[in-house]
């Protein structure tokens, strides 16, 4: 269980309020019910300074009171728990050919899930349609919200992203720039939203509810339409220091002549060999013909050589793109997800092979490379824990 460190900074009360009351929040959640004094016990605060920060969080219905407890003498103290029908968070993933989202409550559940498809490359304005639409449908059409508050909307996307300003910076897969969604969404809708690369969700998820939750340093890595990684360090997300830290798949990771273009517009990346788009370039040439991913995993379902061939090649890429990941973080665990996990079986074991292979100091041995199954709404509940984390400060354990 993660322990947190009170911030007792000064010349901000403010934010050492807004801080502690997350970490009431926090404790309640990780222990359950107590009363004040317990809880000012536990978070090495004053029992006058914590009985205030629990009188507001009842003020704002964010924690309840239940009966009295046992006492050894004296007055029976009174229980306090976090009312976790208080509000919801929307969490959003924007994919090229679709937009998935959740409601979840603030015990991270969701309560609620919907999807909805757009034609590949659209205009830019047909996605912020089509986002408004299935907002609106999760937040307006849904009676499970009754009257619980409505915190903000988490959106996730794939590329470069601002997350202070709310602004896709550039997306080699959307083919956007500068394009600011969450401050445009925001004035649509009034409320708070929040934008992040869909990668670094897909770690927050793991991290609050999957895999990641047991441990601090790790590395998300997606493969599907394209590839990136999300690279969690001291249970933080790692962003870099131009928004631009986990493309993963622009590690250069062909050298030879003719190399392939990728989706970005250069030439020799990760993705260009590995994503699900090379795949199938790679078996149009091979069979001479379009071939979607549903006709390719049945072709090598049924051993058909020239299917297992092309997915042998993108496990050796993404081996050797792994491996020197792993050489450079040193992380306990990596784990893999995204909707490239549906040819895992035909991957995984040239994948460990390379790693092996490829991997300093025997580190292989001690690194579990774990395939995750495609769970749309772990990257949506990520994306809206985010929003929760934003508003609240809560740290779901």
Partial sequence: MQ?????????????????????VISRLKQEGSMSRAE??????LSKSTCSLLVDELL??????????DKSSGGRKPTLVDLNYYAGVAVGLKIMIDRISGVLIDLSGKVTCSDEIHISPHSRVDEYYEKTLEI????????????????YGVGISMGGRINYDAGVLIESSILHWHNEAFAR??????????????????????????????????????????GIGAG??????????????????????????KD???????????????????????????????????????????????????????????LGLGIANLVNIFDPEVVLIGGE??????????????????????????????????????????????MVLMEHLQIAFE
């Avoid at 969700?201 to 601090?216: D, L």
């Fill in 184 to 225: 445009n969404i925001e004035a649509k809708i009034g409320l708070p939203v929040f934008l992040e690369n869909d990668v670094n969700t897909f770690a927050w998820g793991e991290n609050h509810f999957g895999h990641g939750k047991n441990y601090s340093n790790y590395v998300c890595i997606s493969i599907g339409q």
């Fill in 135 to 150: 907002i609106n449908r999760l937040i307006h059409n849904n009676d499970k919200i009754a009257d619980r508050e409505i």
């Fill in 231 to 256: 690279i969690i360090i001291n249970n933080q997300i790692y962003k870099g220091s131009h928004h631009g830290a986990g493309e993963f798949g622009h590690m250069k990771i062909a050298h030879q």
């Fill in 259 to 317: 190399l392939r273009r990728c989706s970005c517009g250069e030439y020799g990346c990760l993705e260009a060999y590995a994503s699900t788009p090379a795949l199938l370039k790679e078996a149009t040439l091979k069979y001479g013909e379009r071939v979607n991913m549903e006709a390719l995993l049945k072709k090598a379902s049924e051993k058909d050589g020239r299917a297992l061939e092309i997915f042998q090649n993108a496990a050796q890429y």
């Fill in 59 to 68: 003020s704002k219905k964010l924690v309840t009171e239940l009966g009295k």
């Fill in 39 to 44: 809880l000012s016990r536990k978070l090495g």
């Fill in 340 to 385: 490239g996990t549906a040819y895992t079986e035909y991957i995984t074991d040239e994948v460990q092979r390379v790693l092996s292979e490829n991997i300093v100091y025997d580190l292989a041995n001690e690194i579990p490379v774990v395939f995750l199954p495609y769970e749309a709404d772990m990257w949506s509940r990520g994306t809206a824990a």
């Fill in 3 to 23: 322990e947190f460190q009170l911030d007792r900074r000064t010349g901000d009360v403010d934010y050492i309020k807004r801080v502690n009351l997350g970490h």
